[in-house]
């Protein structure tokens, strides 16, 4: 039997419910539609609220009523967005500030050229600042996913990266996302703090809720969701998710 949740479904985005940085597909928009019209649901990823919009609001095509049952975590919760009568409402953000946001940038530069890391082909930024978290696309921030998909599979190449930043930016969370990315917050943004405002902005508890991710295995990105005792789906594929989200409807 599936894990049916009771009040909240909460997804990652990349490698969950689209293919990374690419736009829900029609299937899947039907798919949380259908789920909008009964239960509450969350999405929570490293990207940066135009990046949600342009992979998830433009193609869901929601009504107001679905929309007031959607939550939205940018930059891994650092920023958190409800609906009231379909319209976007800010309602949580974690600033970094300018001193912190031009020393992350200051080490970041010195491990990419430390570990040789410049590549030949690059496909917009390397590091964006995203105000509540800055993000190192190590192909740039617009890489095709055919050639993310190749340049760290195993994780190895940032997990090299993070050991180097951790000693020069404490009181920073510094983890991988998605297939070419380093996100850097404030200690303690992370999914596990997704879980837990999305428990007090609904005012439930964790036994309502179920968790969605490709990366909950030791040093994924969807880690930390796991660590609160959660109820956790693993995906492999958006397919999985989509199978997921049929057995429950």
């Known amino acids: 039997m599936p894990i049916i949740p009771k009040k909240l479904i909460m997804f990652d985005l990349d490698g969950t419910l689209a293919i990374s940085k690419q736009a829900l597909d029609e299937e899947m928009t039907d798919l949380l539609r259908k789920l909008l019209d ?6 929570i990823s490293g990207g940066a609220l135009p990046q949600f919009q342009k992979q998830i609001l433009g193609p869901l095509n929601a009504t107001k009523e679905q929309l007031d049952n ?11 967005y409800t609906h009231e009568q379909g319209e976007l409402k800010h309602i949580f953000a974690e600033l970094l500030t300018s001193d912190e946001k031009k020393k992350i940038f200051q080490h970041l530069n010195e491990a990419i050229d430390l570990f040789g890391l410049r590549p030949e082909t690059q496909y917009g930024e390397l590091i964006e600042d995203r105000g509540t978290q800055v993000s190192y ?3 740039g921030q617009k890489a095709p996913p055919e050639v993310k998909a190749v340049w760290d599979p195993t ?3 940032r997990v090299e990266v993070i050991a180097y930043l951790k000693p020069f930016l404490p009181g920073f969370s510094i983890r991988s996302g998605g297939g070419t990315t380093i996100d850097i917050t404030h200690e303690g943004i ?19 809720i179920v968790f969605v991710g490709d990366a909950l295995y030791p040093g994924g990105n969807d880690e930390a969701a796991k660590t609160t005792g959660v109820d956790c789906i693993e995906v492999k594929t958006v397919d999985d998710t989509k199978n997921y989200i049929r057995s429950i409807l």
């Not at 959607?70 to 958190?80: D, K, Q, R, Y």
């Open 155 to 157: 994780g190895a190449r």
């Open 137 to 139: 696309s190590a192909l």
């Open 70 to 80: 959607f939550i939205l975590m940018p930059t891994t919760s650092a920023n958190i």
């Open 190 to 208: 992370d999914k596990a703090h997704g879980v837990h405002q999305a428990m007090k902005i609904l005012n439930i508890t964790l036994s309502d």
């Open 38 to 43: 009964h239960y509450k649901v969350a999405i």
